[in-house]
């Protein structure tokens, strides 16, 4: 059974800092590109950040230069730093292999960034 759980979010003033968790189970991690998703209120679920199991990285135009997707594979667990945030970075954020597997979304993790 593949589980994925995701952490670190809060509240945050525009500007500041946060650091989002992934810890997987299962199968999905191994081998996998692995990426941070993120869905805010009455928007679609949109990919901003994927890393190779290698470690290499690809970003969204939007968040480019401002957050970092990292990856333990000993802990098989994913990061993403966010760093610069703003007001529009709001939303639930996931983790999930490239392309997803429809049966393992975790809760996600709510960040909020206040102006």
């Known amino acids: 059974q593949v589980q994925l759980v995701e952490s670190g979010g809060g509240l945050v003033q525009a500007g500041g800092s946060l650091k989002l968790t992934c810890a997987a189970s299962g199968n999905i991690f191994r081998g996998n590109t692995m990426g941070w998703y993120r869905q805010a209120p009455g928007k679609q679920r949109e990919l901003v950040a994927r890393i190779t199991f290698g470690g290499s990285t690809n970003y969204g135009d939007s968040v480019s230069g401002r957050f970092t997707i990292s990856r333990d594979n000993a802990k098989n667990t994913v990061y993403l730093q966010m760093n610069s945030l703003k007001p529009d970075d709001t939303a639930v954020y996931y983790c999930?292999?490239?392309?997803?597997?429809?049966?393992?979304w975790g809760q996600g993790t709510q960040v909020t960034v206040s102006s």
């Open positions: 999930n292999a490239i392309p997803p597997s429809s049966t393992s």
